[in-house]
């Protein structure tokens, strides 16, 4: 297992299914992770997201009255977010190539194809402290970075070529 302290990390988990949440939860607490909290609507993941203030979402793609990508353009673009800049892990069934891109342009952090593995949670968790990314807002985007590696033979005239300023990744769970 990994050298971090998951105990310090507060994780919020958004599923409709209880059964999921509580799998994702038990994995979680295996980690260490104490402060887990429990949503199974977007609704109640908004609120606790103002309350909480969590690291990190592990969130379902489909959930009751509103997807798990509007929630998360929610988060990534509503002035009212505590945390815009939030690791969101999505958690989902559909993995096709399409559901991938779509996600990531909805801003979502990693993915993560159900049914889900203590090493899968454990990767995306790590991912997203290790490899905290950038975030990018254009006329049509604003979320973590989607390029995954820098291609430094790229020299176009989009090249970005300075960090973000809005950068901003700080992890309770690094230490």
Request: net charge positive; glycine share 6%.
């Amino acid at each position: 297992m990994s050298g971090y302290r998951f105990d310090r990390l507060k994780v919020l988990v958004v599923d409709d299914n209880q059964h999921m949440r509580k799998l994702v939860v038990t994995i979680l607490q295996a980690f260490g992770t104490i402060q887990i909290f429990e949503a199974e609507s977007a609704e109640l993941a908004w609120s606790l997201l103002h309350d909480v203030n969590p690291d990190v979402i592990v969130l379902d793609w489909m959930l009751t009255g509103m997807t798990g990508l509007e929630f998360t353009n929610m988060v990534r673009t509503n002035a009212g977010c505590p945390n815009p800049f939030v690791p969101i892990i999505m958690l989902t069934g559909y993995t096709q190539i399409d559901h991938v891109r779509q996600a990531r342009d909805a801003g979502v952090t990693e993915f993560l194809a159900k049914p889900v593995s203590v090493k899968g949670i454990l990767t995306r968790l790590t991912a997203v402290i290790e490899h905290p990314r950038p975030f990018v807002r254009t006329k049509v985007y604003y979320g973590p970075c989607r390029r995954r590696r820098d291609k430094e033979e790229y020299r176009g005239p989009e090249r970005r070529t300075a960090p973000q300023d809005n950068a901003q990744h700080s992890m309770a769970a690094a230490g």
